[in-house]
């Protein structure tokens, strides 16, 4: 029963919380490569100068950071991850100047947007008062919608 | 076709793009319109399964070499980070798996695995989000016709399709008809109706030629009177069977809640 008291019990928990939050940021570069990459031509495309901007200065930033600490060879690695870490944050900020820049009637346009297929995916509703992850699509729905003209009658 | 392994393994090489048909059908059925999905063995199908393989493939390798080359970048900046020996590209080992026809120790099998999971889910995460809704938005995709045109893109768009449908249900010169908003509707391989769904529609009698003792007035002069409509309420589905005609008209939902405002939010449609 030595093993009862010195204090290993303690450290095995700590270390399983530790390792959930290291899966936890693991998680980011995942999520960066699997979902969150393929978004960024559409949207870019949708609102290109600044859009692509947004993008490029974060990536570039990054690109900087691991050539000052990992060394100017491995060229491919660090594409790699820059590739991998950019979109994420990218998305977000997009997302905060999209939503700054948008007048409180076209928030409330998103949202009614946003309810409407929520409702339909059975997802939960969002309010016009925070932004939501869709909110940049969501934008460009409004748009749409408003161009829209149905078949006449 | 016979099960061998060569085909099993064809399979396994062309199951990104296999994957993205998939879903994109489950997409298309998602929709309150719907056609047969793509059959696999429809050339467009097989040339749309081929090329995203190929190509989720080719981004594969690209993102093992990024990623190994990651990792040595790493270990050549902090050599006290051990990663162990660098591993080949998981590409690379089923290339020589097909061209030599060696057998791999499992710990190099489990790459090539994990790297076609990556590749699976990266095909699920781009054919879920919004911007390929956004992209497939306008396009009538599944050949869906009039009904894309006159049903699912005014549902999207904020209208009501409102459907006038006429039965053949005929007594006499009296026939019983439908009018409600369209919830649903299922096309054949050919694009024609086989079924069509109302919401809360009412019901109404249609006359062809006019009563006995009423002369036909200018101001129908179609023939065609339509009578008093009583409220049915619920969903009616009519079967193409019954149907001889089908009218659509795309109201928008803003003017209808104005016109019948204590009625309940209409249901979500398509």
Known sequence: MNWAFSGMALFQTVGLVLSGLVVLVAFWPLRGIVKDIWQLPCVISLQPRSRSSAVLLPGLFLFFVLTLVLGPDHFYGRAFLVAVLTPTPALLLIRHLAWRSADPEERTAAAEIRNELAGRLHEPPVTPLKSWPQFVFDLERVRRRSEYQPPPI | MPLTLGFLASVLILLPGLVALAAFNFRVGRAGTRRP?????????????????????????????????????????FPTIQWGEAATNPLLTVYNVIT???????????????????????????????????????????????????????????????????????????????????????????????????????????????????????????????????????????????????????????????????????????
Not at chain 2, 40 to 67: D, K, N, P, R
């Open chain 2, 37 to 77: 999905e793509q059959q696999l063995t429809a050339i467009s199908a097989i040339v749309a399964a081929v090329i995203i393989s190929v190509i989720a493939h080719y981004l594969g390798w690209l993102v093992s070499v990024g990623a190994i080359d990651a990792a040595v970048a790493i270990h050549d900046a």
């Open chain 2, 100 to 270: 030599g026809g060696k057998p791999v120790p499992a710990r190099e099998a489990v790459a090539p695995a994990a790297l076609l999971a990556l590749e699976i889910f990266a095909i699920l995460g781009f054919l879920a989000g919004d911007s390929f809704d956004l992209f497939l938005e306008r396009l009538d995709w599944s050949g869906q016709g009039w009904v894309f045109q006159h049903i699912t893109r005014p549902a999207e768009n904020g209208y009501a399709p409102i459907g006038h449908v006429f039965t053949s249900t005929m007594s006499g010169s009296y026939g019983v008809a439908y009018k409600g908003v369209v919830i649903d509707t299922r096309q054949g391989a050919n694009g024609e109706v086989l079924s069509i769904a109302l919401a809360r529609p009412e019901r109404f009698l249609y006359e062809i030629g006019h009563s006995e003792g009423q002369p036909a007035g200018d101001d129908q002069p179609s023939g065609v009177t339509t009578h008093a409509k009583d409220y049915v309420g619920g969903v009616v589905q009519l079967d193409s069977r019954i149907i001889t005609n089908i009218v659509v008209h795309s109201i928008a939902q803003s003017l209808l809640e104005e016109i019948v405002p204590d009625e309940e939010q209409e249901e979500p449609i398509s």
